[in-house]
């Protein structure tokens, strides 16, 4: 079987504020949008906007730490999600499953977080 890559890595500027849930398991799950911006030469630049998912000991530092408007640096793999919504409509979204995070801005937190590799960690 070939080699495959799933990876995808971003540096962005947080658009809300992170929130944190926890699974019935008891591993903690934040979700936070990243804006990236994309520069185009004859066009107004765009903003583009990223789901991401952080998990475990790294998803309670995210939630403690980063606020709206910090810069991060986030590395993980794409995941494809389609569900069906009360109206009955077909739904799609892209997130971004993280193996690291990084706090780009200094809020007194020190250099940031990675994945801590523990059992509640999905990698």
């Known amino acids: 079987m070939a080699r495959t890559i799933n990876k995808v890595e971003l540096l962005g500027r947080v658009g809300t504020d992170p929130e944190m849930k926890y699974t019935p398991n008891g591993t903690a799950v934040t979700n936070l949008r990243l804006a990236t911006d994309r520069y185009r030469r004859d066009a107004e630049d765009a903003t583009d906007w990223h789901t991401v998912i952080v998990w475990g000991?790294?998803?309670e530092a995210v939630n403690q730490y980063v606020t709206k408007g910090q810069r991060v640096y986030v590395a993980g793999r794409l995941v494809q999600n389609t569900?069906?919504?009360d109206d009955g409509q077909r739904r799609h979204r892209t997130e971004v499953h993280t193996q690291e995070v990084v706090f780009l801005d200094s809020n007194g937190n020190g250099n940031g977080a990675g994945d801590d590799g523990g059992e509640?960690?999905?990698f």
């Open 57 to 59: 000991k790294t998803a």
């Open 120 to 122: 509640d960690s999905p």
């Open 83 to 85: 569900w069906e919504g």
